[in-house]
């Protein structure tokens, strides 16, 4: 009897973890239709905290998170937040997704896909 109750406990407790991770989930895409993106980070931090043992959910998370950055104009983060995407959850949806936000900032000026700088030598005399 006591090992059942203690499955029981430790079932629900996954339960509630995994409410609580939706919930503030929600609550992060409905900040984000309100166009309020500091309660946006403040909800997907919620949900980074309570989902550490639940790794799927990080693409979700990171994409909202680039897209509220875009929306305050913090275009190199944002960028930085779809690379990170991209590079750690490659075959992912919200990779896909990633680079789509990427293409679209490079069409609008605001991101230039990353080149490795190149140091050319001067060609005219040196000035004495």
């Given at each position: 009897?006591?090992?059942l109750i203690i499955i029981a406990l430790a079932l629900s407790a996954g339960g509630c973890t995994r409410w609580s991770?939706?919930?503030?989930?929600?609550n992060a895409y409905r900040a984000y239709d309100r166009g309020d993106c500091q309660r946006v980070m403040l909800e997907l931090s919620q949900v980074d905290r309570t989902s550490r043992?639940?790794?799927f959910i990080h693409p979700e998370v990171s994409l909202l998170r680039g897209q509220c950055l875009e929306r305050e104009k913090l275009y190199v983060d944002a960028a930085q937040t779809y690379e990170y995407m991209i590079l750690n959850y490659p075959g992912n949806?919200?990779?896909y997704r990633a680079k789509a936000r990427l293409q679209?900032?490079?069409?609008?000026g605001h991101y230039r896909s990353t080149e490795a700088a190149v140091a050319k030598p001067i060609s005219t005399a040196p000035w004495r």
């Open positions: 009897m006591r090992a991770m939706d919930h503030h989930l929600n043992a639940r790794p949806e919200y990779a679209t900032l490079e069409r609008l």
